[in-house]
């Protein structure tokens, strides 16, 4: 578990190319400078941690590339004490940087081999979700609504109508929307039925997967 000056360089240089990439929320910056990426990582691509590239993970799913993580986390525009619904907790490098962000993180992980190691690694490395569950991410947290902010990790091939509705009036989903490729897609909730969509490109993400059962 270690995380030494040569790490923290290289973290610093992540940081500059994501800020020419047009990252501008230094919160978020600082975020991805103090988190170790290359623990959440294969220790056999260690050396690539601080690249700008997503890498795989257990369970057939990837770490997500940091600009991604960076992007998807400014929409947010997170709130120290916001309440926050992370569909896909994959590594846990996107709860990490919510949590870092001071962000009360409620997650969902559909793979149980992912969720077990994750929910055990970010307790061993300090990051508390305030609640961390193996489910299905298309049904949101019911128990838990209504959140501050939602984010998708995952690409959705449809937007889940529960996690418009588990939203505050004010509230904001940031979701990956697509089959082979993802357009980023904002949701802002104006009112009980109402809700503003902005779009922001094309990315690439592992499917989110749906528990038919």
């Known amino acids: 578990m270690k995380d030494n000056f040569r790490h923290q360089g290289k973290r610093q240089h992540l940081v500059e190319i994501l800020r020419e990439k047009g990252i501008t929320d230094e919160k978020v910056l600082a975020a991805i400078n103090k988190i170790p990426r290359h623990l959440f990582m294969d220790s056999s691509f260690e050396d690539h941690a601080y690249q700008d590239k997503a890498f795989p993970i257990a369970a057939d799913q990837t770490i997500s590339q940091p600009y991604t993580v960076a992007f998807q986390t400014q929409l947010l525009e997170v709130?120290?004490?916001?309440?926050?619904?992370?569909?896909?907790?994959?590594?846990?490098?996107?709860?990490?940087?919510?949590?870092?962000?001071?962000?009360?993180?409620?997650?969902?992980?559909?793979?149980?081999?992912?969720?077990?190691?994750?929910?055990?690694?970010?307790?061993?490395?300090?990051?508390?979700?305030?609640?961390?569950?193996f489910g299905d991410g298309y049904k949101g947290l019911p128990l838990y609504k209504p959140f501050d902010k939602a984010i998708v990790t995952a690409g959705a091939p449809y937007v889940p109508n529960p996690l418009l509705a588990q939203?505050?009036?004010?509230?904001?989903?940031?979701?990956?929307?697509?089959?082979?490729?993802?357009?980023?897609?904002?949701?802002?909730?104006?009112?009980?039925?109402?809700?503003?969509?902005?779009?922001?490109?094309?990315?690439?993400?592992?499917?989110?997967?749906?528990?038919?059962?």
């Open 79 to 133: 709130k120290r004490g916001d309440e926050i619904l992370e569909i896909g907790t994959g590594s846990g490098y996107q709860t990490a940087v919510l949590c870092e962000l001071g962000a009360r993180v409620y997650s969902i992980e559909r793979q149980q081999e992912l969720y077990k190691k994750t929910k055990l690694f970010l307790n061993k490395i300090g990051y508390r979700p305030k609640y961390l569950t």
């Open 167 to 213: 939203l505050k009036v004010g509230g904001r989903l940031v979701i990956p929307v697509g089959t082979d490729s993802q357009v980023m897609t904002l949701f802002i909730r104006k009112s009980a039925k109402e809700f503003e969509k902005k779009v922001f490109g094309e990315f690439r993400f592992v499917p989110l997967l749906e528990d038919k059962n």
